[in-house]
């Protein structure tokens, strides 16, 4: 068994509303920074697990986020397993 750093990235799937982003993208536009052309906000949850192989952390990553971390319908998830 290893211990594995897991990152697991969030975000609003495409055609998805984004409340929160446009509310930013707004808000950075009111501040002048005129080349925002689009905003989402997501969520990052770093995990610490014991596994076999990085396969198996991404495995068992991949099981939260179908179970509990991300929501299918309108969530996107990416995972990225280090050392």
Do not use: W
């Amino acid at each position: 068994m290893s211990d594995f750093d897991v990152e697991v990235r969030i975000t609003p799937r495409e055609g998805i509303l984004d409340p929160q982003g446009n509310a930013v993208a707004h808000a950075l536009r009111s501040l002048e920074f005129a080349g925002v052309a689009g905003v989402r906000i997501g969520r990052l949850i770093r995990l610490h697990l014991t596994a076999d192989t990085a396969d198996a952390a991404r495995a068992e990553a991949d099981r939260m986020c179908r179970k509990l971390l991300a929501n299918p319908v309108t969530e996107d998830y990416d995972i990225r397993v280090g050392a």
